[in-house]
């Protein structure tokens, strides 16, 4: 595109200067030529004087010699003289024919001589008798100046062209580069870069034409569009997973009551089976969360948590469970995808019916202020003997049934918002405890986990 638009501006300006500059050089040596002639007519005019007031040769001679034509032997007088043949003052050109057809004709003309023109001017003399008055143009003289106008017009339709391609090349520079700008981003949006934008406003988006500025919008709207789209995708997912992990713990409490025999062990072998199958689903949708660009989405944190706690209560009462729920009654707003807060309710309160007795009661409060909310899940169980160890479970390292998503998912969805997780032990039910802080607002100090997830964005 940029030399065409370069090729196409040398053509255009060089049509407009041909157009313009080949009929001023032509009027130049028009000029040139008019200009030769009518210094021949005023160095004829200047001896009608003479001529008027006396044919002597000699007087005639003195006024040749005054003149500037003269002095370059360039002028000559033809006097009149019996039988047509009169004497000629100077040095003649012209032919005899030539200058009786001048004399007959009582008006000047030029004829062709060697090596220029002759111009011919009567002039009537004494005795109703005429004199002709030859001044020599040369070839020269007609062209003198107009090979210098040549140059000068040239060199002027060679800086125009210039300044053309200049122009041209600079605007072609912009729109090349805004397009592509615009290729390299689809390439990048091909390849996987859910990030990537067209610059529409600023430095590198100026010149761009009107056309490409409406295309990198639309790219961005697409790209936008995308990755909600990828995002409701992953929520999609999640959501679903959750709903099937749900009844998955419940079958899998269901079969320990099953007591012993081949139907029940193929029994409990076909959940955790199952079990296995929807934790790798879970894993794929957690790695393309981690490698899709962030979406600004949030939620209701009370809103889903008494949501999952409601769908928790069932078992709870088949389990002979108490529960209390505390703090979820207003809105808290944190900036967390609603399916991933409802994974790590679901992880949190899966852990008090995963490593609690049958019957054992827990409670769950929830805290909003200023800049976090806080989620306090306590049961009234033996509590936790190695905290880091229970951490560690969340690594994939909590034995048989682990699917390394426990309390990890817990973990760094807190992080993700520059809070933290924290075990301890329930001052009110006197058994485990676990502190969920969702940060809300930046405070300045952000988690290490929250700025190594900065960083690997």
């Given at each position: 595109m940029r030399w065409a638009l370069i090729k196409a501006a040398v053509a255009g300006t060089t049509m407009v200067a041909l157009a313009f500059l080949i009929p001023l050089g032509l009027m130049v040596q028009q000029t040139a030529r008019d200009r030769a002639f009518t210094a021949a007519e005023r160095q004829a005019d200047a001896l009608g004087p003479a001529l008027a007031i006396t044919t002597d040769q000699d007087a005639i001679a003195r006024a040749l010699a005054s003149t500037d034509a003269g002095a370059r032997e360039r002028i000559a007088v033809h006097l009149p003289g019996p039988a047509a043949s009169g004497a000629v003052v100077g040095q003649a050109r012209a032919d005899a024919p030539g200058v009786a057809a001048a004399s007959g004709q009582g008006r000047s003309f030029t004829v062709r001589v060697s090596g220029g023109f002759a111009l011919l001017q009567p002039f009537a003399v004494e005795d109703g008798r005429v004199a002709v008055v030859e001044v020599y143009v040369a070839e020269s003289d007609l062209s003198r100046g107009v090979g210098t106008a040549w140059l000068v017009l040239s060199l002027v339709a060679l800086v125009l062209v210039a300044i053309s391609v200049l122009v041209a090349d600079r605007m072609g520079a912009r729109i090349v580069g805004s397009a592509r700008r615009l290729a390299a981003a689809a390439r990048s949006l091909g390849h996987g870069n859910l990030a990537v934008r067209v610059p529409v406003e600023g430095r590198q988006a100026d010149g761009a034409p009107d056309e490409l500025r409406e295309a990198a919008h639309a790219f961005n709207a697409m790209a936008d569009r995308v990755v909600h789209l990828l995002a409701a995708e992953r929520e999609l997912a999640a959501d679903l997973s959750h709903r099937l992990r749900t009844p998955l713990t419940v079958l899998r409490l269901n079969t320990a009551s099953l007591g012993e025999g081949d139907a029940a062990h193929a029994t409990r072998h076909a959940v955790a089976q199952l079990e296995r199958e929807v934790d790798q689903i879970i894993r794929s949708a957690r790695r393309a969360s981690d490698d899709a660009p962030a979406v600004a989405i949030g939620c209701d944190a009370a809103e889903v948590i008494r949501e999952r706690v409601g769908f928790w209560s069932a078992l709870a009462e088949d389990e002979s469970r108490r529960w209390q729920l505390a703090g979820a009654e207003g809105p808290a707003p944190v900036p967390v995808q609603r399916g991933d807060l409802a994974a790590a309710v679901d992880a949190l309160?899966?852990?008090?019916?995963?490593?609690?007795?049958?019957?054992?009661?827990?409670?769950?409060?929830?805290?909003?202020?200023?800049?976090?909310?806080?989620?306090?899940?306590?049961?009234?169980?033996?509590?936790?003997?190695?905290?880091?160890?229970?951490?560690?479970?969340?690594?994939?390292?909590?034995?048989?049934?682990?699917?390394?998503?426990?309390?990890?998912?817990?973990?760094?969805?807190?992080?993700?918002?520059?809070g933290d997780l924290a075990l301890g032990r329930s001052a009110v039910l006197g058994g485990a405890e676990l502190r969920l802080r969702l940060q809300t607002r930046p405070d300045g100090t952000p988690s290490r986990g929250a700025r190594r997830r900065r960083l690997r964005q």
């Open positions: 309160l899966g852990n008090v019916f995963r490593h609690t007795a049958t019957g054992t009661a827990f409670a769950v409060d929830v805290l909003a202020t200023e800049s976090s909310v806080i989620v306090l899940v306590g049961d009234a169980g033996p509590g936790f003997a190695d905290p880091a160890a229970a951490l560690r479970r969340g690594e994939g390292q909590g034995g048989e049934g682990s699917t390394g998503l426990g309390l990890d998912i817990v973990r760094k969805l807190a992080e993700a918002t520059g």
